[in-house]
């Protein structure tokens, strides 16, 4: 079935360098694509989220990118720090009747080198 | 900050017991969410609850599990019969409305199957 999934399991980075979290989806109807940050032993915290009809978002230190071409969905981290180790989900919020559902993918564990 | 909180922090119980896992969702959110997460995998959606009614429920959520919110405030999940890969971490997330996409989640549940 369409799910959404991500293309590295770890990335480590230096601190103070720049992240790319990279994530791919199938499900081309979605309406919503969310990251989130899920550190050891928490649950997971919103960071960020794009529309479907836009390509790029920016917040604090964070950016997404949005490929519906390509159906690829990006995380950028600026300036990298300690606090920034987690793992990282990419998810899609449900097709249906606004249940709002979130189908999350595999995960990217990110790893700050100090 | 508001919080959703979730209790117990960890369950051990024996295969074929009951466990209720409970959850106060922040105060004035409307929608509110079980996912479970297995050790090492990815986060799962279990169902979601609006207007005191199931939305919408996922494979995973047989005839085992249940939710209800009984007094307006905690919001629960039943497992009736528990099966030893119903050992997971159980999450419970809220939404304030359909507006957004930021479901905040709560520290979750670790439940331990024996």
């Known amino acids: 079935g369409e799910s959404v999934g991500l293309h590295l399991p770890t990335l480590s980075v230096q601190e103070g360098d720049n992240s790319i979290i990279n994530c791919a989806y199938s499900?081309?109807?979605?309406?919503?694509f969310i990251w989130y940050k899920q550190e050891s032993g928490k649950g997971p915290q919103f960071i960020i989220d794009?529309?479907?009809?836009?390509d790029k978002r920016q917040g604090q230190r964070v950016t997404v990118l949005l490929n519906k071409t390509v159906k690829h969905l990006s995380l950028q981290i600026a300036a990298t720090q300690p606090g920034d180790s987690a793992v990282y989900f990419c998810a899609e919020n449900g097709s249906g009747a606004g249940s709002y559902q979130l189908t999350f993918g595999k995960g990217t564990k990110l790893s700050v080198i100090p | 900050e508001p919080e959703v909180t979730q209790t117990p922090s960890h369950q051990v119980t024996q295969m074929g017991q009951e466990v209720i896992l409970r959850c106060v969702p922040i105060?004035?959110?409307?929608?509110f969410y079980w996912y479970r997460q297995i050790l090492g995998q990815k986060v799962e959606f279990l169902v979601s609850f609006y207007n005191n009614e199931i939305s919408e429920k996922s494979e995973i959520f047989d005839d085992q599990f249940s939710v209800e919110r009984p007094d307006g405030s905690n919001f629960t999940l039943k497992i009736r019969s528990t099966k030893l890969e119903d050992s997971a971490m159980y999450f419970c997330a809220t939404l304030r409305d359909r507006g957004n996409n930021e479901q905040f989640f709560g520290p979750g549940t670790r439940l331990t199957v024996l």
């Open positions: 105060s004035n959110h409307l929608y």
């Open positions: 794009i529309r479907s009809n836009m």
């Open positions: 499900n081309s109807a979605s309406d919503y």
